[in-house]
């Protein structure tokens, strides 16, 4: 008999595998550190990855432990570390590295990888900041667009001298007065109106169009869809045609809102069933009013006077010339009280984009939410048309464009659509007064000159980026 060997080195046996079982002592598998900080399995060095894994006979090769591995040395060690924890940044931030032949560690390694990855929050406070340079965008446009339209007429003023204007009468003495004897009266009397009452109009009908596009789920929904425009054209053609002597702004105005608010409660009794109103019999609904109000007007059209033909094919282009602080009076509170309440729904469209049955899940009232929702466009959408009659696309393409900028979420979309309405309108009516000398084009005409080609460019970017619609 050979003598039995004093140290297990000098076996010439080479000792076993573990089995592939639960370690019956602590001492038998890798120990994670209690400090985040730290790299251990089962030494004292925090950065010596080969002590304790899978350990052999004292003394033993630790790459004889593991087929087919080799014993790192220690930048290789490092390196494992350093990959290990995705190129930490400091000492504080390092996780347990895989080692070779250890799957526990690797799954270890894989959860501190998911718990502590910093892009979400990285990318949130990008998008964050991103939103807070276009909402201050946007609020640059809107003041420097509104010196300008104010500017713009047959008395002549400078964006400078308008600026001037508005802080004198605040109490402020900065800036030019302007220089023409008539044109501060101008700017109070005339140009200030328009601009207030366009900025107004432009947030209306814009925070109109996102909310029916919210709550349809149609990106083709704008206030059109549901007969405000054509019910409101209707009352006042009905007030210029049948009021005779009494026909003034005022009548004409009140006329327009009550046959708007008359047809949105029509279209949404009709399209009402069993105590729900489905979305495609509320804008099939809406298509068939729209048809319906468009052969009445025909018929004013046809039995009107001549000024009467006239003054109703005017109205139903769109103008804000006409405006007055009396008009502006009446437009804001309207205005303000319908993007209020559309903010504070912004919520649960975002939740009702989810579908219907996960938004009823989620605690939502689906019909109830449908109904304030065509109340408050109703509100918005005659509001604007009554006083500058119809003006198209700034409810349909200004909600896209937002989208583009800062996508689908309501939190955001309702208000920053209100401020690029407003911009959109004002560069628009600054088109109608500039492009043609001493001539006030039609408002609705411009919008839906560009608006039609835009929209069509929307579409083929839309298609050419999902590669078709099914």
């Not at 084009?441 to 579409?459: A, D, E, I, K, R």
Request: aromatic share 6%; hydrophobic share 50%; net charge neutral.
């Amino acid at each position: 008999m050979s003598p039995t060997p004093e140290h297990p080195q000098d076996s010439p046996v080479p000792h076993p595998d573990p089995p592939a079982q639960a370690p019956e002592s602590p001492t038998d598998s890798p120990q994670r550190s209690a400090s985040p900080g730290s790299i251990t399995n089962g030494s004292s060095n925090p950065l010596d990855v080969t002590a304790g894994a899978n350990p052999g006979p004292a003394g033993a090769d630790p790459a004889s432990s593991v087929p087919g591995a080799h014993a790192p040395d220690t930048a290789d060690a490092q390196r494992v570390a350093r990959q290990g924890t995705g190129a930490c940044t400091s000492a504080g931030d390092a996780r347990t590295a895989p080692l070779p032949g250890d799957s526990s560690n690797v799954v270890l390694a894989e959860q501190d990888s998911m718990l502590g990855d910093p892009g979400p929050v990285t990318r949130g406070r990008r998008t964050l900041s991103r939103t807070t340079l276009i909402f201050a965008a946007a609020l640059l446009a809107l003041v420097v667009l509104a010196l300008i339209s104010a500017a713009v007429g047959q008395v002549p003023t400078t964006p400078a001298e308008v600026a001037g204007s508005f802080f004198h009468r605040i109490g402020l003495d900065w800036g030019p007065m302007p220089a023409h004897p008539a044109g501060d009266v101008t700017l109070w009397e005339v140009r200030f109106p328009r601009v207030v009452l366009a900025i107004l109009v432009g947030a209306a009908l814009a925070t109109a169009g996102a909310l029916l596009q919210g709550v349809f789920a149609n990106p083709l929904a704008e206030p059109g869809v549901i007969g405000v425009s054509a019910g409101a054209a209707v009352g006042a053609g009905a007030v210029i045609v049948f009021g005779g002597a009494f026909v003034a702004a005022w009548s004409v105005a009140a006329g327009a809102f009550a046959a708007g608010l008359i047809t949105t409660l029509l279209v949404y009794v009709l399209s009402r069933s069993n105590g729900r109103t489905e979305v495609v019999t509320l804008v099939l609904t809406g298509v068939a009013i729209n048809a319906f109000a468009g052969g009445l007007i025909s018929f004013l059209l046809f039995t009107a006077s001549p000024a009467a033909r006239d003054q109703i094919v005017f109205w139903q282009l769109g103008s804000l010339n006409g405006s007055t602080w009396q008009s502006v009076g009446v437009v804001a509170p309207l205005t303000a009280i319908g993007v209020l309440a559309a903010i504070v729904l912004s919520g649960k469209l975002d939740l009702l984009a989810l579908g219907e049955s996960a938004a009823r899940h989620l605690g939502v009232d689906v019909e109830r939410l449908r109904r304030n929702v065509i109340v408050i466009v109703a509100i918005l959408a005659t509001a604007g048309v009554s006083f500058t009659g119809i003006i198209l696309f700034v409810g349909l393409i200004v909600p896209h464009l937002v989208r583009m900028l800062v996508g689908p979420g309501h939190r955001v979309l309702i208000p920053l659509s209100a401020i690029l309405g407003a911009v959109v309108l004002l560069a628009a009516d600054i088109g109608a007064r500039a492009l043609v000398h001493n001539a006030d084009l039609p408002l609705g005409m411009l919008t839906s000159l560009v608006g039609g080609p835009f929209f069509f460019w929307l579409l083929r970017r839309t298609r050419a980026r999902s590669g078709g619609w099914a």
